[in-house]
């Protein structure tokens, strides 16, 4: 590449990375307040409650990346005519192709990359994004027993501890009334959370039980270690469902016909298998939507904000017929081939339209290569 054509490319994929990073950062905190029972309801940590967010950003980043490609070259290329910076270039003899080649690489690498991210780290990343909340509302610790408040759980039974580290706990209170008769409660110095030939049971030591007797008398049992069975009241960890985010390509193409959620929704994968291949092809489309804005026109000393603006309005009605092909490919599979044509068409479209013109401001280029006298002499004599 030239020096334009690197500083072209520079200024694009800085703009890039500033818009795709703020617009990530907010759906970022958009996305966390649906986490946020993660700490309200099962007091995880903090850490908990940002990895899970974080892991969100693969698929964020997957749809803002077109639009943003989209505004991040119009910006850049505005720029660069405002400052007369395109008509050198293009008055030095600088092709079409030559302008707009910088964008077009960025774009093919920012393609591969959509592709990548769509086909490995997406999947990869909601996975572990469903099984860290499948972890953390299941959290024995979490859902039985919080750090010096007393707990009521359904089926009659009280937790206290004042101090929860981990599955450790410290002065820990039981009452156990399953049966009003023969209410017990167990008080300990500490305890931990195990499981006990595979139930989750809390190992109490150096402790108490309480009971009142048939008598009516208060009988008190001292105990060195003993176990209370937590799995009457605990319910068993639900399956993590995998949904279409959460799977790879094989697993949308040829999903599983004896499970039952596949077989459901063959369709629904079907699309979202297709979206997954076809997406990073808006990437290519929406570059070559800028450039035609600011190139391909007349020469404007006054800007491009309108070309620009027709310009957006198709970016935004492209994203949106895409969103629709999806939809429409989940209801019939034979329509998912609108997912690569749409695209592709507006790619042909464009570089048939763009790339066979001569470049825009060859006239104006040729006008200021010709010699100042030259110029000077051409000028209509006063009188004449």
């Not at 049971?201 to 003993?226: H, K, N, P, T, Y």
């Not at 459901?264 to 929406?286: K, W």
């Amino acid at each position: 590449m030239s020096g334009f054509q690197r500083y072209l490319f520079r200024n694009v994929l800085r703009t890039l990375l500033a818009i795709v990073g703020g617009l990530a950062l907010i759906a970022l905190l958009t996305q966390g307040l649906t986490q946020i029972d993660l700490i309200v309801e099962n007091r995880q940590s903090l850490l908990v409650y940002l990895w899970v967010s974080c892991l969100a950003a693969p698929q964020i980043i997957s749809l803002l990346s077109p639009i943003a490609l989209f505004v991040a070259t119009a910006a850049a290329l505005n720029l660069a005519h405002r400052e007369n910076e395109i008509v050198v270039a293009q008055a030095a003899g600088m092709s079409n192709w030559g302008v707009a080649s910088p964008v077009l690489r960025l774009a093919t690498i920012a393609a591969l990359l959509h592709l990548g991210l769509n086909l490995w780290v997406q999947p990869a990343a909601y996975r572990e994004m469903r099984q860290t909340v499948s972890d953390a509302s299941s959290d024995l610790v979490a859902s039985l027993v919080q750090a010096g408040q007393f707990t009521q759980h359904p089926g009659g039974l009280t937790t206290f501890a004042r101090e929860v580290a981990g599955p450790e706990m410290k002065d820990i209170l039981i009452n156990d009334s399953r049966t009003p008769s023969q209410t017990v409660t167990y008080i300990a110095r500490t305890g931990v959370i195990a499981l006990m030939e595979g139930k989750p049971a809390i190992v109490m030591r150096d402790g108490l039980a309480q009971q009142v007797g048939e008598s009516g008398a208060l009988e008190a049992l001292r105990f060195e270690q003993s176990t209370f069975d937590l799995a009457p009241f605990v319910n068993d960890q639900k399956a993590v469902i995998l949904k279409e985010s959460d799977r790879y390509l094989p697993e949308l193409f040829y999903p599983d016909m004896t499970n039952y959620y596949d077989n459901a929704n063959v369709e629904r994968l079907l699309a979202e298998g297709h979206a997954r291949i076809s997406a990073p092809l808006l990437d290519i489309a929406m570059a070559l939507l800028a450039v035609f804005a600011v190139l391909g026109g007349d020469y404007s000393r006054q800007g491009y904000g309108r070309r620009i603006a027709f310009a957006s309005a198709a970016a935004l009605g492209l994203r949106l017929t895409t969103f629709a092909a999806v939809s429409a490919g989940e209801d019939n599979p034979a329509l998912n081939a609108l997912q690569y044509l749409i695209p592709l068409a507006v790619i042909v479209f464009i570089s048939l339209r763009f790339f066979r013109e001569k470049p825009l401001s060859t006239s104006l280029g040729r006008r200021l290569t010709v010699p100042l006298p030259n110029r000077l002499s051409r000028q209509p004599q006063a009188g004449t």
